[in-house]
């Protein structure tokens, strides 16, 4: 696990300062602390920050081919390495290595751009070929590890694991987009390939990008894989179980697989607690457990971790955060991000990887599970919501559930079979804006009331929802659970699980595995008819039943609690003064991008308990946030 970096002349063959590509490189240090290494010729430079993992003693980076006319910086791991080497050493390339990313460079000298379809992994890599004056870049299907290029105004193109890197080039330009904004406040996050400053990009999960010498147009991303729902199986509901368990079993398996010490995260929940009992059943020593706790009872899943630590003998380590005791991390999460980013539970993600990297490097998670199995309450709504859209015409329910939407109250502090406001609403949506509407973080009406007209006017008419129709409309299935499942695996899972869990672990030198995005696990699963994973109202119906001997009862079926905070309670008691001290700043103000009475109206409502706003708080809090770090208020690293 590590941080790759470089720059590159498609043009020509100028030389790059090896001071520049040393300073852009190691303002991502914290990714890989054991070593770093540069490569420099005319044209080209690469560089990578080395967090040893795997081959501990020849794994350095940049590495070359034999003679040297290939090399590649890599950040990731390649969970079937082992497996690959004897096939190229048939076809006669020779290792000097015991690594995986050599494998990745004599699988481009035998397979070229076709070589990331041999390759089971998380990945993100950078591969310059001498002799075909080409730099091949590519990123894991599920986007677990990340990719950020730019092209700079003279021509060149920088790229980093981290959006950091390229905007820490002297040439690039920081001009924040519009339309990045827009998606921000709408999901938490500015989701890919965008990223917050104009001309900078996130290279899509499952893509290549291959940029040849010479070539007269920038070239466009190419995606080489994609999950297909065709939920065909005829596998029977006790065979389709077993052979679950059997292919949960090799995915963390395979990622066992390190020269330095592993454990795992463990939260009480049903995921990461499905993976320790795993790891357990194929480990002759004790796991190591790490779990984070809150002083909230209502947010407290400690107790449930420590049924499954106690069952299977783990080497459980708990730490308890106490509420409102975290927030110095505020400006620390927003160096790391580089992006303005409001998923809350960056915070005890944070702790988590924080506690668990004293005693491993390697942590192995629960993360994606939820969306291979249809495991949130949002995907159960989304199905009742859809039973109704199948009965009645759009047309029709617009007249009928539009008005409801928009006069029925916002109860925010009534029982939740009275909060209706929202799913009147997205009853008179068709299936994709209602499911874009479910997930907004600030929906439609309140980002208008947030925005200025100015800023409005700057959007050109773009909305968030584009970004779900584009996807939607590759999603090619007509299966209502599966269509939102494909859109959280496009949306929610790379932008916001996946970038959480990247920064949060690369910001400790930890390298978290995730068995539950394996991409042949995902795919099978989506095979599987969408009445196995939601079956009689329960989510992740066949995930629990085949985990039903391994677990106790109450962890896999209480009700869904989340790895969340007591945000509301935060925003109005400990970070009461800092929220309007900064949302009510100059700096938002001359922003020009938000209303200073609606930006008022939600922290009175919000403190004198009538409204909850935690969410609508948190992001603007993150963004200033944002504005701060990137303005050179904080200084960090």
């Not at 795997?54 to 081919?65: A, K, R, V, W, Y």
């Not at 070929?129 to 920088?158: C, E, I, N």
């Amino acid at each position: 696990m590590c941080g790759i970096s470089g720059l590159f002349d498609p043009q020509g063959t100028r030389d790059f300062d090896r001071a520049l590509l040393s300073r852009i490189n190691n303002i991502q240090s914290h990714r890989g602390p054991d070593e770093d290494g540069l490569h420099l010729e005319p044209g080209l430079g690469l560089g990578h920050r080395r967090l040893s993992v795997i081959d501990l003693s020849t794994g350095q980076q940049p590495l070359f081919n034999e003679d040297g006319s290939v090399a590649i910086v890599f950040n990731g791991e390649i969970y079937n390495f082992r497996e690959l080497v004897p096939e190229l050493q048939a076809l006669g390339y020779r290792f000097r290595t015991r690594s995986d990313t050599e494998v990745i460079v004599h699988a481009w000298q035998a397979w070229g751009e076709a070589c990331v379809h041999r390759l089971r992994g998380m990945f993100a890599f950078a591969l310059w070929d001498r002799r075909q004056q080409t730099l091949f870049l590519a990123r894991d299907r599920l986007g677990v590890k990340p990719m950020h290029y730019a092209w700079l105004p003279d021509g060149s193109f920088v790229f980093g694991s981290e959006l950091k890197v390229v905007t820490a080039h002297p040439a690039f330009q920081r001009e924040i987009d519009p339309l990045a904004v827009e998606e921000y406040f709408a999901f938490g996050y500015v989701q890919d390939p965008r990223c917050i400053y104009q001309g900078a990009h996130k290279l899509p999960a499952g893509h290549t990008l291959t940029l040849r010498r010479g070539q007269g147009d920038r070239p466009e991303p190419k995606p080489y894989w994609d999950l297909h729902f065709t939920n065909d199986s005829r596998l029977s509901y006790a065979d389709a179980q077993a052979e679950l368990l059997a292919r949960v079993k090799e995915a963390v398996r395979l990622r066992l697989v390190a020269d330095v010490p592993l454990g795992a995260f463990l939260s009480g929940g049903v995921d990461s607690s499905a993976v320790v009992a795993t790891m357990a059943g194929l480990s002759d020593t004790p796991v190591h457990t790490c779990a984070i706790g809150f002083d909230d009872p209502k947010f407290n899943e400690s107790d449930f971790a420590r049924q499954v630590a106690e069952r299977y003998h783990t080497d459980h380590r708990l730490e308890i955060v106490s509420g409102g005791s975290d927030f110095d991390l505020i400006d620390t999460l927003a160096w790391l991000y580089d992006e303005p980013y409001a998923d809350s539970s960056a915070l005890p993600t944070y702790r988590v990887c924080q506690m668990a990297r004293k005693h491993v490097t390697v942590a192995l998670s629960g993360d994606g599970g939820d969306e291979a199995f249809g495991g949130y309450r949002r995907h159960r709504l989304h199905l009742g919501e859809e039973a109704v859209r199948g009965r009645l015409p759009l047309g029709l329910r617009r007249g009928l559930f539009g008005p409801l939407g928009h006069w029925y109250p916002k109860a925010d502090w009534a029982p939740r079979p009275l909060r209706a406001k929202t799913t009147f609403q997205a009853l008179a949506m068709d299936s994709v804006q209602a499911y874009c509407h479910t997930m907004s973080k600030l929906r439609d009406d309140e980002r208008r009331a947030l925005f200025t007209p100015e800023f409005q006017r700057s959007l050109g008419g773009y909305r968030a929802l584009d970004v779900f129709r584009r996807h939607a409309a590759n999603a090619h299935t007509d299966d209502p659970l599966a269509l939102v499942q494909y859109l959280d695996y496009k949306t929610w899972l790379v932008s916001d699980i996946n970038t959480k869990v990247d920064r949060a672990g690369m910001a400790h030198s930890l390298e978290v595995r995730e068995p539950l995005m394996d991409h042949e696990l995902v795919q099978w699963i989506a095979t599987l008819p969408s009445s196995y994973k939601i079956r009689g109202g329960e989510g992740k119906a066949i995930f629990k039943q085949a985990f039903e001997p391994l677990l106790p009862h109450d962890v896999l079926y209480r009700p869904k609690m989340g790895f969340s905070v007591p945000l509301a309670t935060w925003l109005r008691e400990p970070l009461k003064d800092r929220v309007r001290q900064a949302l009510l700043g100059e700096r938002m103000r001359d922003s020009g991008y938000f209303n200073p009475s609606t930006v008022r109206r939600l922290i009175d409502e919000h403190n004198s308990g009538l409204r909850d706003h935690a969410t609508a708080l948190w992001s603007l809090l993150m963004f200033e946030a944002f504005l701060r770090v990137s303005d050179g208020g904080v200084a960090h690293g």
